[in-house]
Every structure is written in C-alpha cells, then in structure tokens.
C-alpha cells in the first residue's frame, strides 16, 4: 500500500454534506458522480493533499443505506493506493483478511476497488484502490 487515497464518509443528504463541506474546505467538490452498480452517489473533495469522499445511498438495500440505518452518519472506510490490486488481494487473503469481492470492480473517481471485512481490521473497513486502465 502507497498512501491513504482517500477516506469515505456516509452521508444521509449529499447536498446538505456537499454545502457544509464547500464551507468547511472553501472549494466546491471537485468530481461528483453516481455508482449505480452500488447504489450511491458521491462526491469528492480535496483537502491540501487528500481527497474526501461524500456517499449517499440511492436505494435502501445499497451498503452505504445499510451502513447509516446500523451507525448513523460518519466515516464509512480508508481506502488506501495499491500498484497492483489483484496481487494485493491475494496477498491480503494469504495473510488471513476476509477479501469481500474476489475480483475488482469499478468505483468511483476512476479506480478499480476491493474491500476488506471490517472483522478482520479492527472493524474499520478497508478499501483497496487502483487506477482503471484507460479505456
């Protein structure tokens, strides 16, 4: 792992959240775009060298709804930079962590992701991030 690429924070109105955030890091968002496939919507801010990224559910059975019906608003992951994601999963899945997709998938801002079941990281939940090849 390279460096923290971004942390994710569940939010219930990504409108309100993008205002409050604009305020607090005075710059609007600077990428916003919906993951249908994971039924959320997100926006992304930068703060100096680090991003922050707004998820709000678009349907109830999506994670990020499940995820603020169980613990409210608030951190949702720490996603963290890898140069190969599949070499990195089956490294992770050697050492004993609880892979929760067996391939990559595309996410948000870009990247291919794969995450890490919180019970086997001190019940934080961790997502791997690369860059998607250009298309």
Do not use: W
């Amino acid at each position: 792992m390279r460096k923290i690429e971004h942390i994710g924070i569940a939010v219930k109105d990504l409108g309100a959240s993008n205002a409050l955030f604009e305020k607090l890091f005075g710059q609007p968002p600077y990428k916003m775009e919906e993951v249908a496939s994971e039924g959320v919507k997100t926006s992304f801010f930068m703060a100096g060298p680090n991003k922050i990224e707004l998820l709000e559910a678009t349907r109830q059975d999506s994670p990020i709804a499940k995820y603020i019906e169980k613990k409210g608003e608030g951190i949702h992951h720490i996603a963290f930079d890898v140069e190969d994601i599949r070499a990195e999963i089956e490294r992770l899945r050697e050492e004993g962590f609880i892979v929760l997709n067996d391939t990559p998938k595309k996410g948000a801002d870009n990247k291919l992701v794969a995450f890490l079941h919180p019970k086997t990281t001190n019940g934080v939940l961790i997502e791997l991030c690369q860059d998607a090849p250009q298309e």
